[in-house]
């Protein structure tokens, strides 16, 4: 009907009405706040500019128009400053967290949005992470624990999906959750194998993390959804294509043990030896190293024990 009133947004504006609709945590909603705000600020202009028009004629005020804007203005500035120093309080108490987690191996699941990246660390974790078939269905970081046979504590972390063309501004205010990722040793790259544009996927995931200087991060690539490709053709052709990478189907758990040996693989690659001599006075230290460390020897005498181990150099270093 002519009368339906269609409200008429552009792709950033959609982007932030999905985040605003899946922000449920203090972070992810301080993050989405600010990032409306951001994108808002230079459009107040256009939504003024008819009263700086009319307001310059005979027996007017001249400039009224142009006064709303500088008070729209200033106070969007004031409500940016605003979450900008909430948003570094919350990522304080993030590195004061991330602190307790120093020696351990971490892992994070990046990719495009709707990969498939929180069904594959619900089955690797039974970390119990939301999953939905749509964009960004996760804004906040979830960090779990990885059983892997390695002899040192292992974390993963889930992360928001990309998008191609994500504006900077969207980057800027998911900055300290994307910071998970900076402390991390490996990236997984998660990819749906389905997808007609997989290709278009990869570049896009390729230059948000240049953009945040991650390019020269180590990564292991993961063609998901492997369970939805119905031609055997395009399987075939995939496999010959990407043949590094591990290719899974995170809900029917298809070729997750593959997954997990290489990962185990990676991580075992980076030990390195060491031995420590303790004292009977410093056996406090013994739970730390067993944490931290594969424990391969351990002997006894009088002067103390002495313990030979393999471990990531941060945590040989921490002990």
Known sequence: AADDEIKVIDRTGL?????????????????VQ?????????RLTRQWTHLERQMGGIGTRAGAGETQIEIDRRLVRNQ????????????KQRKVQSHGREGAYRIALVGYTNAGKSTLMNTLTD?????????????????????????????????????????HDLIASFRSTLGEIRDVELLLKVFDASSDTIHEHIETVEEVLKDLNLAEKLGLTVLNKIDAIQDPEIFKGLKKRFQDASFISSREK?????????????????????????????????????????????????????????GNRRSLDKI
């Not at 889930?158 to 063309?165: A, K, S």
């Not at 424990?295 to 002067?303: A, E, F, H, I, T």
């Open 127 to 167: 970390a119990g992470v939301l999953v939905q078939d749509q964009l960004f269905a996760t804004l906040d970081t979830t960090t779990r624990k990885l059983d892997l046979d390695v002899g040192i504590t292992v974390l993963i972390s889930d992360t928001v999906g990309f998008i191609r063309n994500l504006p």
């Open 254 to 310: 298809l070729g997750i043990d593959s997954l997990t040996e290489k990962m185990s693989s990676v991580i075992k690659s980076e030990f390195k030896q060491d031995v420590f001599h303790l004292s009977f006075k410093q056996t406090k230290l013994l739970d730390t190293i067993y944490a931290l460390t594969h424990v391969l020897r351990k002997k006894s005498d009088y002067d103390g024990i002495s313990l030979e181990v393999e």
């Open 34 to 42: 600010l990032a409306q705000l951001v994108y808002l600020l230079p």
């Open 15 to 31: 982007i932030l009405d999905i985040f605003t609709k899946h922000a449920k945590s203090k972070e992810a909603k301080t993050q």
């Open 80 to 91: 940016i400053s605003r979450l900008k120093t909430e948003l570094e309080k919350i990522e």
